[in-house]
Structure formats: C-alpha cells, structure tokens
C-alpha cells in the first residue's frame, strides 16, 4: 500500500524555524505534483505549497519569502523548510501527491496524517 508519512513537527518560538518531511513509501512507479496543506483550529484547510514533477513551484502570499518546498526524487520525499515563523503559522501541516504505481500509472491522490507545528511564546 502506499502510504504518506509527515515528520519534523513540533513546538518552537516566533521568528524560529522547522524543517517538515514527507516520505512516500509503497509500491510506487512515479510520483507527480505534490504539495503541502495546513489547517489551524477553527478554520479552512489551505494550499501553502506546491511543486510539479518538473520542479515548477508556487506559494500562498501568506509564506512567501519565508517557505521553500522542495523534494528528491530518488528518496521520494517532500519537504518544507520553514523561516521567521508566526504564531498563525501554527497548524496540523499535511502533505499530499499524485503517486502513480503498477495497477495504475496515471496516478491518485494520496494524503498523509499530518503533523503538528506550534509557534508560540
């Protein structure tokens, strides 16, 4: 089964910095567009970042300048390093990816659990 798993979570002060992965693992033929998403107690999900298969990337206005997504194709792993953070930053952060495999080469979505960041005094 393939499966989506975040880490690097966790509790830090305002202006520090966290660095979340996220590794795919499973019977994977080939991974395309991934992304991560956060939501913080009482609100929506949203999109924070992504980035395709060819390295094209895009931010929500919110964390640019302070975000970078990027992944290694050969680890199947995503990973968001995290600067000057802010206390709306805090939110469960999921990644998600259209992963393709045997059975089904043009690829599904697929979500992990997601992984807690608090950014408090």
């Known amino acids: 089964q393939v499966q989506l798993v975040e880490s690097g979570g966790g509790l830090v002060q305002p202006g520090g910095s966290l660095r979340l992965s996220c590794a795919a693992s499973?019977?994977?033929?080939?991974?395309?567009?991934m992304g991560w998403y956060r939501q913080a107690p009482g609100k929506q999900r949203e999109l924070v970042a992504v980035i395709t298969s060819g390295g094209r990337k895009n931010y929500a206005d919110s964390v640019k300048g302070r975000f970078t997504i990027s992944r290694d194709n050969a680890k199947n792993t995503l990973y968001l390093q995290m600067n000057s953070l802010k206390p709306d930053d805090t939110a469960v952060y999921s990644c998600n990816a259209r992963i393709a495999t045997m059975n089904d080469y043009y690829g599904m979505e697929y979500w992990g659990k997601g992984t807690l960041v608090t950014v408090s005094s």
């Open positions: 499973g019977s994977i033929f080939s991974i395309y567009g």
